[in-house]
């Protein structure tokens, strides 16, 4: 049998080791896992009881069309229900967005170092990739507009972004729609937006308003603490939506998914704990770097990339024989750099105290 041959180059997804393995191999009674960004304290203790209140419906198939979490979401943000969209978390609807609008031969433009899903579901369906380069760790939205010819579809851009934790500002934004030929889609992917304390960040719903050509992502994995449950969103013009709908499988999310995120998007005072606590966890985490040196990436989500000055890859090993799980930057493509998630006070103090021993163990890149 042969499959497409544009996808025999796509690499497999390889999860990183569950804790519970890396205990038993590295023989540690405890493991911080401080490389997925997820919320360190957990989901609402309403969205928790809305799960154990599913419980004895298992059996039966979930809302197909979400409709109470879509009428939720359409108050809180003041648009129409047929302007939202759920998939099994966002990276469902990118890949229902790669699905509904790709061509073979079609080009899309992404940042050269951004959320690796842009480009992996935009190769599936046979689009050709441009991959702008950062400018200094941030989406260098000029340059993503100048390289717009008559084959583009769509434009990723990823605010704050990952790996890299850097934000673009309303005003910057604002400026790069209207740039944009209207029948260019723009995806706005905002999954750390609530994690925000910055009057600069985009209000992606305000230019919706004078972009149909704009469409935004959320999702429930990161600070409302669902990503075991697998539920995002998108947000965008209902015609938009319309055909990103038209490639949607059935009861793509799941009754105790939409019941969770329907309990968890209105427990305002948990999200905001939440963001406060990650404030001072990156104030905490930036004033130890800088203490011992190292530079940083501004942080707008809830994690933050570092140079650390030696080989990622030895770094990422000796703080993991410590218990530490980080993102290396040698599997980003930054060879000094490690992505560590904002953690608990006493998780960011152990990992600094970690990651101080293994600065002194491997000696500085030259």
Not at 100 to 124: L, R
Not at 163 to 171: D, E, K, L, Q, S
Not at 180 to 206: C, K, Q, R, W
Request: charged share 20%; aromatic share 8%.
């Amino acid at each position: 049998m042969q499959p497409k041959k544009h996808i025999v180059h796509l690499p497999v997804y390889q999860p990183g080791k569950p804790i519970e393995e890396v205990k038993k191999e590295l023989g540690l009674s405890e493991v911080i896992k401080l490389a997925s960004n997820e919320n360190p304290f957990g989901s609402s203790p309403k969205a928790q009881e809305a799960i154990v209140a599913e419980l004895s419906n298992t059996s039966i198939y979930p809302d197909g069309g979400a409709v109470q979490l879509t009428a939720e979401l359409a108050q809180r943000f003041d648009v129409n229900p047929d302007q939202i969209i759920f998939g099994a978390g966002s990276d469902e609807v990118i890949l229902m967005i790669a699905r509904a609008f790709f061509e073979q031969g079609d080009e899309t433009i992404m940042a050269s170092h951004t959320f690796p899903q842009y480009k992996h579901n935009a190769e599936i369906e046979g689009a050709v990739c441009i991959e702008v380069p950062l400018n200094d760790g941030t989406h260098d939205l000029d340059a993503m507009a100048s390289r717009i010819t008559d084959k583009t579809k769509v434009i990723w851009v990823c605010n704050p972004n990952n790996p890299t934790g850097t934000m673009v500002t309303h005003a910057e934004m604002e400026q790069f729609m209207s740039k944009i030929p209207s029948h260019v889609l723009v995806v706005l992917d905002e999954a750390y937006a609530e994690y925000n304390m910055t009057a600069e960040y985009p209000d992606g719903f305000a230019l919706m308003k004078n972009y149909k050509n704009l469409i935004l992502l959320r999702t429930f994995s990161k600070i409302y603490g669902l990503a075991s449950l697998r539920i995002g969103y998108g947000i965008g013009h209902a015609d938009v939506i319309r055909s990103v709908n038209q490639v949607r499988e059935p009861f793509n999310t799941s009754r105790f998914g939409q019941a969770a995120a329907l309990a968890a998007v209105q427990d305002e005072a948990f999200i905001q704990q939440c963001r406060e606590a990650n404030a001072k966890g990156i104030t905490y985490l930036t004033s130890q770097f800088s203490e011992m040196g190292l530079s940083y990436f501004p942080a707008y989500g809830n994690f933050i990339m570092v140079d650390v000055g030696r080989p990622a890859g030895q770094v990422f090993d000796g703080l993991l024989r410590k218990g530490i799980i980080v993102r290396g930057g040698h599997q980003l493509d930054f060879p000094t750099k490690i992505r560590v998630t904002v953690g608990s006070q006493e998780q960011n103090e152990k990992f600094i105290q970690a990651l101080a021993s293994v600065l002194a163990e491997v000696p500085v890149q030259a």
